[in-house]
T-cell receptor
C-alpha cells in the first residue's frame, strides 16, 4: 500500500466515449503527477500539479484534460481517444517539487485499452 | 537531448547476485533514483544517490559515479520475489525526473 489509490484499475473504451480516471493520495502531499507508461518505453510525464495549480503540461493532446479539485484528488478526463493512447496511466504524489530528493509515491495505475 | 540507458531485460538465478546498470546524459544532475515495479503494481522507491559511491540497504545496494554518468543497482541473494522491472531516473537541473525505460529482471530457480 503506497498511500496513492487509482480507480478504475482497468478501463476499456471506444474512441467516441468519455471517461475519467481518478487518483487519491492519503499522504498529505502537495504535488501530484500523471504519467503514461507504454511497454518498453520510459515513463512519460503528462501533467504536474503543485498546491492544486497546474505547473507542467508536456505537450499533451487536448483529448486528455486534467483536473485537481484539491490537494488530495486528481482526475484525468478522457474523450475521443485514439488506439495509440492505450497504455498504463500512473498517478504519483510527492511532498513538494522544490526538493531534489523528491520521492514520488505511485498508484498501481489504470490499464486503458482504446478500441 | 536527455537520455537514460539501461538494459531491457536480464535473467539471473535464485540465490545469485545481479548488477543492473544505468548510464545517463542529462542537462544537469541533482540525483538518481532507482524504483522497483512488479507487474501490475505501482513503482516503489528503492534508493536515491547524489554523491559518488556505494550505498547499501540490506540486500540491495546502489552505486553512483557522476564523472562517468553511471549508476548500478546491485541485488544480492536473489529471491523469486525480486522478479520485477527496475527503473532508473535522474533529477535534472530543473528538478524534473528523466526516466529510463526500465530493466525487466527474471529470476529462475
Amino acid at each position: 500500500e503506497t498511500g496513492v489509490t487509482q480507480t478504475p484499475r482497468h478501463l476499456v473504451m471506444g474512441m467516441t466515449n468519455k471517461k475519467s480516471l481518478k487518483c487519491e493520495q492519503h499522504l498529505g502531499h502537495n504535488a501530484m503527477y500523471w504519467y503514461k507508461q507504454s511497454a518498453k518505453k520510459p515513463l512519460e510525464l503528462m501533467f504536474v500539479y503543485s498546491l492544486e495549480e497546474r505547473v507542467e503540461n508536456n505537450s499533451v493532446p487536448s483529448r486528455f484534460s486534467p483536473e485537481c479539485p484539491n490537494s488530495s484528488h486528481l482526475f484525468l478526463h478522457l474523450h475521443t481517444l485514439q488506439p495509440e493512447d492505450s497504455a498504463l496511466y500512473l498517478c504519483a504524489s510527492s511532498q513538494d517539487m522544490e526538493n531534489a530528493k523528491n520521492i514520488q509515491y505511485f498508484g498501481a495505475g489504470t490499464r486503458l485499452s482504446v478500441l | 537531448g536527455q537520455n537514460i540507458d539501461q538494459p531491457t531485460e536480464m535473467t539471473a538465478t535464485e540465490g545469485a547476485i545481479v548488477q543492473i546498470n544505468c548510464t545517463y546524459q542529462t542537462s544537469g544532475f541533482n540525483g538518481l533514483f532507482w524504483y522497483q515495479q512488479h507487474a501490475g503494481e505501482a513503482p516503489t522507491f528503492l534508493s536515491y544517490n547524489v554523491l559518488d559511491g556505494l550505498e547499501e540497504k540490506g540486500r540491495f545496494s546502489s552505486f553512483l559515479s557522476r564523472s562517468k554518468g553511471y549508476s548500478y543497482l546491485l541485488l544480492k541473494e536473489l529471491q523469486m520475489k525480486d522478479s520485477a522491472s527496475y527503473l532508473c531516473a535522474v533529477v535534472d537541473s530543473n528538478y524534473q525526473l528523466i526516466w529510463g525505460a526500465g530493466t525487466k529482471l527474471i529470476i529462475k530457480p
